[in-house]
């Protein structure tokens, strides 16, 4: 029987790929992979959850949390293209002009 | 004209803003009458001040947040009354006397809403009032230092506002806590200083918050040893700055605490009044003989100024109406004094571009009159009587014998010490063979400077004289806090040493 | 009556304001001849007073207005002519009014002679707020007032430059107003005590009331109090061991030095005891330390007049040794002898210093007695005014010293402290050798100054006019003993001699005599053929000791003024700047030195951000986590 605990860990497995992904990788898309994928991991908790308590809540919030996500992949692939046009590349070493 | 106060918080202000609009050449002229009116109005002030009346006057009340508590409550009493006519006089002669060439204008317009700041510390009533224009004093003076000081003038600016706006900090949290307090006895909110009055706190509350304002107004004093950023401040500021600087923002930290630490918390005050006469003693001794060992002539007046604080504090510890109306009437005497001490530094250094001593000498020959009001000045600061100084010293010295006799010797020494660091820089400056060649062609006084000079030597000779007319309204408010903090006081001991002056027979005879 | 007492006080302070008007002019001679009339109402008006009192044998009290009034102290400008009052102001305005006409002959050719006059005046009126005043309050106005006007005129000649001790022992005028202002200052401090401990005692620093109120207090407050004031005393007559001001203040004009110096300024300690007489007559104690100390200070100064070689240094010395004949005298008990020998003294005194004035204007202002002699051919007035002063100072009948010196004398002896009399009997010996050494070096024997190039003259004759009133009164205030004795005792306790000393009164009266006229004969024959210098005696150490006037000046400033000087730089450049400022700006530098650190987090690379945003995401995770648990 596929329970509440074996989503939640496949939910932590997931969220931990996202964030060694977010901690590791160097190409500002690859970030966003990663980012994406720590955000599915959440969704995937909160409908488990929202199952388990038979509260709708959870997953109306999943979908907010997707909505959010497809608009900040909207703007920050904007951001992304405007930033390779200037730089010719992605590599965030080579963007660090906000040095203290 | 009930609401005087208002208008003499925010008249300069306004004018202040209306400055900018005001041509490059007459900016200076319209200063002076700006600080004209202003002076004249704060005389009506205290034309109209009912002398027999202990509490406050004048008073202006409207709710700001009433959910919080918080209003604009504005008032006078003895105590605060002479501040606020000595901040607009030594304004007005500030302004007049200046000899700033650059920036007039906003030199001006920045003395305005210094001015605005100063009046308002002086006459609000509500805690949150009062600190506003306390912490809004501290911009306009970072800006007079920092724009027209000396060479160190950003490290003087700055150390100057981060150390007391740090003190301010601590006192508004004791602030926001007192408000707290008083919520939760009474189950309404109330920042008005005359409410918080009415709390009666437990002893370890009243030392807590005793702290909390103590560095607040300790730092501004200054007390020993938080005094550290007055000489800086003083050595970069311009003549001005130093000038009111010396003369009024000192006055707020001393007059925080009467207005607040000592009505508030009695108990507290009395448990303390050993610590501060020994910082206080300190201040006094020490730092007149940092001030001898100087060979700037201006941080030997801003030493003075520490040490001529340290009276005020004693004498303000003293728990005697005696005591408590000495230090205020030195307030006052100690701001037209060092005001002035600040204007002579001044006026020699426009001339000759250094305030080092060994530059100078046997300047009383080629500058008489200014050696005159110098020497004049030097006596009123070293207390003699019939000058403003010796009134407050000496009322302070008998008030705080009371307390303590080894305590009231050891301050008293400032009577010696004092003459030690002043007769040295006048034998120093005016005295023995004209040496060095630029000096011999130094002009005297011109008449614009001799009549900035003119009506605080009046005052001080006049005050000195028949302080009469200033000493009694302080005096009968002082009474007033006095029985009152008596009656407030929940140990025996501040009972006991708290002494609520009577009307002898013989006072009634004399008056 | 009223209008007298406030002519008597005022005129001098207009005099002193009229002056002042013109002070930064040229030399206006009205100046001086404005003054000197307005002080001559002054004494006129003060005449009066005291013949008023003297025939009526009460009191007037008025009250000008209120000074200070705070908590349960009140202050008012009150004055009183009383006995006491009205003898001081007699002599002050009588030697004020004599310096004031002298000083127009003396300052003729100053700069600033008007500045001259209105110091000279205020002086005068500060003086007399201090004799009348009716309270403790006002004696210490013009207790401080006469300070600063004697600061002032000390450094009247204020451009001269600083010099080292050994070429002049007063280094310079500016050093020696300063140095008399600070001393004064300590004293005062002990007075301003003695206030206090007045006014928390008897709640009012009236002298009426405080008097009334003394039978109630305890022992050791009395004590306490007189024990206050009378250091404020020694400051301002210059008692052991406040006295080196005196001397070094005989940098000022000569007129300041007769009238501040000697006559009046000086003699306020004594007043103050005098006036509080009945505080000192309850402490046996302290009276018999100040008879004590006065003795001393008699002999102590005569014994450095005897070697002194700078006149007006010796008169200076002179005025030192009989204020401590008159702190013995009140010490004792015998007010109205001290008093008397007070007025005395002032008139002869005066005299002395004036005529010391004649012979410096007549020498350019050379002071040194051995490059004088000689002077009697040209200045005959100036050597009988002096020679008259003298043997007044020397105690030789029927002059006035006489009376009073040996009045006191006396008094030691009735009072059965004999140690005490036979200091003073042989310091009357010393008193009569060395003012006769200086007056014989100065005008008998060889016509040394001749050698210096100098061209002596007399001066102005209404100046000699003017210092006849002292003279006359330096022959004949003697013979008032009786009278003043009488008037005074009005107010001041009696004293009598008791039967034994009146019987032995003319032995002790012809042993006294026998010291001064020893005094005078062993200098008669030293000095008046002429000076001859004893090298052996000025080598040996003693003789050193005295010139150099037992190194207390010297001591003082080894382990006060250069110690204090000292001290305060280190209190500045160590203390206050290296440790307090730097403790402040340590803390400022401790939170900029942080930011500075945490600085280096800000790479500007996005990638590590999200590291250090991963490590704080588990840090706060560990700490709800952990927090959670023990709360739990």
Redesign the interface.
């Known amino acids: 029987m596929i329970g509440l605990s074996h989503y939640l860990i496949v939910s932590a497995v997931l969220f931990s790929i996202g964030l060694i992904g977010v901690l590791r990788r160097r190409n500002l898309l690859m970030l966003f992979f990663a980012t994406e994928v720590m955000l599915n991991a959440v969704n995937i908790a909160f409908a488990a959850i929202s199952h388990f308590y038979g509260d709708l809540t959870g997953q109306m919030f999943a979908f907010f949390v997707i909505a959010i996500a497809a608009s900040e992949v909207a703007v920050g692939l904007g951001i992304l293209i405007v930033l390779y046009k200037k730089h010719g590349s992605l590599d965030l070493d080579n963007l660090a002009s906000m040095r203290g | 004209m009930d609401n005087i106060l208002s208008v003499l918080v925010f008249l300069p202000a306004l004018a202040g803003l209306l400055g900018f609009v005001v041509n490059k050449e007459s900016a200076r002229a319209y200063g002076i009458t700006v600080a004209a009116i202003e002076f004249l109005l704060s005389l009506w002030l205290w034309v109209s001040f009912d002398t027999n009346n202990a509490g406050m006057q004048f008073v202006e009340l409207i709710p700001l947040i009433p959910d919080f508590g918080v209003s604009y409550y504005l008032g006078v009493d003895g105590i605060s009354l002479f501040l606020v006519v000595m901040t607009t006089l030594m304004t007005l002669i500030g302004i007049a006397s200046m000899s700033i060439t650059e920036n007039v204008k906003n030199m001006v317009v920045t003395l305005l809403f210094l001015e605005m700041t100063m009046v308002g510390v002086f006459v609000a009533l509500d805690a949150i009032v009062f600190y506003l224009f306390w912490e809004l004093s501290l911009v306009p003076m970072l800006y007079i230092v920092g724009a027209w000081g000396g060479p160190l003038r950003v490290y003087a600016a700055i150390k100057f506002f981060l150390y007391t706006f740090m003190g301010s900090l601590v006192m508004l949290v004791g602030m926001l806590f007192v408000a707290y307090i008083y919520h939760n006895v009474t189950g309404v909110w109330s920042f008005a200083i005359t409410d918080w009055y009415a709390l009666v706190l437990p002893i370890d509350y009243q030392l807590w918050l005793f702290a909390a304002f103590f560095l607040g107004f300790a730092i501004k004093v200054p007390m020993f040893p938080f005094h550290t950023w007055l000489p800086y401040a003083h050595g970069q500021a311009p003549t001005i700055g130093s000038v009111i600087l010396a003369a009024v923002l000192l006055k707020m930290g001393t007059y925080g605490f009467v207005r607040f630490s000592l009505p508030m918390f009695p108990d507290a005050s009395v448990m303390m009044i050993t610590p501060i006469a020994v910082l206080s003693i300190i201040m006094v001794i020490y730092t007149a003989m940092v001030a001898y060992a100087q060979k700037d002539m201006k941080q030997v007046i801003a030493y003075s100024s520490v040490s001529h604080m340290g009276i005020i504090m004693i004498g303000m510890f003293a728990m005697n109406a005696e005591g408590i109306s000495g230090s205020v009437f030195q307030m006052l005497s100690h701001g037209i004094v060092s005001g002035a001490l600040f204007m002579l530094v001044g006026v020699i250094y426009d001339r000759r571009h250094t305030k080092l001593m060994s530059e100078f000498g046997g300047l009383a020959a080629i500058m008489p009159k200014y050696a005159l009001i110098f020497g004049i000045m030097l006596m009123a600061s070293v207390g003699l009587p019939l000058t403003i100084g010796f009134v407050g010293e000496f009322l302070v010295l008998v008030g705080f014998y009371e307390v303590s006799p080894v305590m009231t010797i050891l301050a008293g020494t400032s009577i010696i010490v004092g003459a030690v660091y002043m007769l040295s820089v006048y034998k120093k400056s005016f005295f023995g063979p004209v040496t060095k060649e630029e000096n011999k062609t130094l002009k005297d006084l011109t008449p614009k400077e001799l009549w900035s000079f003119i009506p605080l030597v009046a005052i001080v000779v006049w005050l000195g004289v028949y302080p009469k007319p200033v000493l009694q309204p302080i005096d009968n408010s002082v009474k007033a806090m006095l029985a009152f903090m008596d009656e407030k006081a929940i140990t025996q001991e501040a009972k006991d040493i708290i002494k609520v002056p009577h009307v002898s027979a013989h006072a009634r005879e004399v008056k | 009556m009223e209008k007298l007492v406030y002519i008597a006080l005022f005129a001098p302070l207009v005099s002193s304001l009229f002056a002042a008007l013109f002070?930064?002019m040229p030399k206006k001679q009205f100046v001086g001849v404005v003054t000197s009339i307005l002080l001559g109402i002054s004494f006129v008006a003060s005449a009066i007073l005291a013949h008023y009192v003297y025939t009526t044998e009460e009191a007037i009290k008025v009250t000008l207005?209120?000074?200070?009034?705070?908590?349960?102290?009140?202050i008012?400008f009150g004055f009183v002519v009383d006995q006491v009052s009205v003898t001081m102001m007699t002599v002050v305005t009588l030697v004020s009014t004599v310096v004031h006409v002298y000083s127009n002959g003396y300052m003729d050719h100053d700069k600033s002679f008007n500045r001259f006059f209105s110091y000279l005046s205020a002086f005068v009126f500060s003086m007399m707020v201090l004799v009348m005043s009716d309270n403790f309050?006002g004696l210490?106005?013009g207790w401080?007032?006469v300070g600063?006007c004697s600061?002032l005129l000390i450094?009247f000649w204020?451009?001269?430059?600083?010099v080292s001790r050994e070429e002049n022992p007063s280094i310079?005028p500016?050093?020696a107003a300063?140095e008399a202002?600070?001393m004064n200052?300590?004293a005062?401090?002990g007075m301003?005590?003695g206030?206090?401990?007045v006014?928390?005692n008897t709640?009012?620093l009236q002298y009426d009331?405080v008097f009334a109120q003394l039978p109630h207090l305890s022992g050791s407050v009395l004590n306490a109090a007189a024990l206050a004031l009378f250091i404020g005393a020694m400051g301002k007559s210059a008692q052991f061991p406040l006295h080196t001001w005196l001397t070094d203040a005989m940098e000022g004009p000569t007129p300041v030095s007769a009238l501040i110096h000697a006559a009046t300024m000086v003699t306020a300690g004594v007043f103050l005891v005098i006036r509080a007489n009945p505080l000192f007559s309850m402490t046996p104690e302290i009276s018999y330390f100040i008879a004590v100390l006065g003795t001393f200070v008699a002999f102590f100064a005569a014994s450095m007049a005897l070697v002194n070689r700078d006149l007006k240094r010796i008169i200076a010395f002179s005025t030192l040794s009989q204020l401590g004949y008159m702190f013995a005298a009140a010490g004792l008990g015998a007010y109205w002898i001290a008093l008397f020998h007070l007025a005395a003294h002032a008139f002869f005194k005066a005299l002395l210093f004036l005529g010391a004035g004649n012979v410096m204007h007549a020498m350019d202002d050379e002071l040194d007695i051995f490059k004088m002699g000689g002077l009697k051919k040209v200045m005959k007035w100036t050597y009988l005014y002096m020679g008259l002063a003298s043997l007044a100072l020397a105690g030789i009948p029927p002059f006035a010293g006489f009376f009073s010196k040996d009045a006191i004398i006396e008094t030691a002896f009735n009072e059965g402290t004999y140690i005490l009399w036979a200091i003073l009997v042989v310091t009357a010996g010393m008193t009569a050798f060395y003012s006769f050494r200086q007056v014989f070096l100065t005008f008998e024997g060889d016509e040394r100054y001749k050698k210096y190039g100098f061209h002596p003259h007399e001066v102005y004759r209404y100046v000699l006019i003017a210092m006849s009133p002292l003279a006359i009164l330096a022959v004949i205030a003697g013979f008032f003993k009786g009278s003043f004795e009488a008037f005074v005792t009005e107010l001041l306790p009696e004293y009598h001699m008791s039967e034994h000393t009146h019987h032995l009164a003319w032995l002790l009266g012809l042993v006294v005599l026998a010291f001064a006229v020893g005094g005078i004969v062993l200098a008669y024959k030293k000095y008046a053929k002429g000076l001859k210098r004893d090298e052996a005696l000025e080598a040996t150490w003693y003789y050193k000791l005295l010139a150099n006037q037992y190194y207390i000046p010297n001591l003082y400033e080894e382990f006060i003024s250069k110690p204090?000087?000292m001290?305060?730089?280190i209190?500045?450049?160590r203390?206050?700047m290296k440790i307090?400022?730097a403790?402040?700006d340590g803390i400022?530098k401790f939170l900029y030195g942080t930011g500075d650190g945490a600085?280096?987090?800000?790479?500007?690379?996005?990638?590590n951000y999200?590291?250090w945003m991963?490590v704080g995401a588990v840090l706060l995770l560990a700490v709800a986590a952990i927090s959670a648990a023990i709360i739990g």
């Open positions: 002070g930064m207005m209120d000074w200070i009034g705070a908590g349960d102290l009140h008012p309050a210490f106005i401080e007032g600063v600061w450094g204020y451009h001269k430059p600083d310079s500016s050093w300063n202002f600070i200052r300590i005062d401090l301003l005590v206030l206090f401990i006014y928390w709640g009012s009331e204090y000087a001290i305060s730089d209190f500045w450049n203390v206050d307090v400022d403790t402040v400022a600085r280096r987090m800000q790479t500007g690379n996005l990638s999200l590291n991963a």
